[in-house]
């Protein structure tokens, strides 16, 4: 069973602090994405990466970078966590492939205060 | 610039009704694809039914058809005999360009299914 993996489902950190959210996909994917999903916004694009040490801004970069060191791991780093920031961020993974749909992790529920 | 736009924030439908999901997209790119998600209160996306914009005929699978008018730029979503389970959240998403196969969404709609 393919699998995308969030390292939290829930989490709570404080104003000002540096958040590592990760996620693991098994399926040899070149392309992962982060959105954060917000009511009424629906899911917005943060960053995604379509090679091992590649990445390219989304439509909401600011606050948030990404690394990814090797193929199955895309991390997203909040550097200094704001109130604003709080969330819900989902990870995907993707082939090549026009037809190919992205594959999702089950979140993270991110709390700042 | 693309945009998907979903004007339906919530519809309920009755169970073993058919429901149709409204989506809009607007893009400049000759090639692009559409897909259908579905979120239930877990909170997983879904993957339901993709479109092709070179594709002649709609796409099916199961229970779900998409509506697609490449004139009108629309790719609604056709549920037909509605079950409980599929009251849940429905994004409609466009891949734009090429390389990444990233997704564009719309905002939602809340589909919920009545007994």
């Known amino acids: 069973d393919v699998k995308v993996t969030q390292s939290s489902r829930y989490l709570v950190k404080r104003t000002g602090e540096k958040v590592f959210l990760e996620c693991v996909q098994d399926?040899?994917?070149?392309?992962m994405f982060w959105y954060r999903q917000d009511p009424g916004l629906g899911l917005r694009l943060i960053y995604f990466?379509?090679?091992?040490?590649?990445?390219e801004k989304g439509d909401i970069p600011e606050g948030y970078s990404v690394s990814r060191e090797k193929k199955e791991r895309f991390s997203l780093i909040l550097e200094s966590a704001s109130t604003n920031q709080t969330s819900m961020y989902l990870c995907?993974?993707?082939?090549?492939?026009?037809?190919?749909?992205?594959?999702f992790g089950q979140g993270t529920r991110l709390t700042v205060v | 610039a693309q945009k998907i736009t979903q004007t339906q924030p919530g519809m309920f439908v009755q169970e073993k009704e058919a429901v149709t999901l409204d989506c809009t997209y607007d893009t400049s790119d000759p090639s692009y694809g559409l897909f259908w998600y579905k979120q239930p209160s877990s909170g997983e996306m879904i993957f339901l039914i993709y479109q092709g914009s070179y594709d002649q005929q709609n796409a099916t699978e199961g229970r779900y058809s998409l509506n697609f008018q490449k004139a009108r730029k629309s790719a609604n979503l056709v549920i037909s005999a509605s079950q409980l389970g599929d009251s849940a959240m429905y994004f409609c998403?466009?891949?734009?360009?090429?390389?990444?196969?990233?997704?564009?969404f719309g905002t939602g709609t809340r589909l919920t299914v009545i007994p």
């Open positions: 990466s379509y090679d091992v040490k590649m990445k």
């Open positions: 995907a993974s993707s082939g090549q492939g026009e037809e190919t749909e992205a594959f």
């Open positions: 399926m040899d994917h070149e392309n």
């Open positions: 998403a466009m891949r734009r360009g090429t390389g990444a196969n990233n997704l564009f």
